[in-house]
């Protein structure tokens, strides 16, 4: 069984903080709520799609070899990149494109691990789509 993921501001982790969650099934849900009814979006494997689903049409994004792709296309240039805790911008990891680095304390902008430069603490394993739904939610993604 998949362990659920909590995302927080920061890393007291107050329940009625949490800015969203990836529930059992793998429905990315606003707050504190349990239910996959509404999610923003839905992570099975190596897919994030839209809404509450997994329908193949339904597929929004691909994470394929460290790369992030549109929809289900890992043959197409590459939106991001994730490589030993970074996210870069394109088929990039040059340190100009970098967006956020991920640490077990916190999601950070760039490569300061400042607490006033973490953008969220995610509670649990995350896998990398889950990682990147989450910043898709979060509105961190241009």
Do not use: H
Not at 35 to 64: D, H, I, P
Not at 97 to 121: E, H, N, Q
């Amino acid at each position: 069984m998949k362990a659920q993921i909590l995302v927080y501001p920061d890393n007291r982790l107050f329940f009625t903080d949490m800015l969203v969650n990836i529930n059992k099934e793998g429905a990315l849900v606003e707050g504190n709520r349990t239910s996959s009814e509404g999610a923003m979006c839905t992570v099975r494997e190596n897919k994030v799609y839209r809404g509450w689903s997994y329908a193949e049409q339904e597929v929004l994004f691909t994470v394929n070899d460290n790369k992030i792709y549109s929809g289900n296309e890992d043959f197409s240039i590459p939106l991001y990149t994730i490589k030993d805790g970074k996210f870069y911008r394109g088929n990039s990891t040059k340190e100009e494109d970098l967006l956020y680095t991920w640490l077990r304390i916190g999601v950070f902008k760039g490569t300061s691990t400042s607490p006033f430069d973490r953008v969220c603490f995610i509670q649990g394993r995350a896998t990398q789509a889950e990682y990147f739904a989450v910043l898709l939610a979060l509105g961190l993604l241009e």
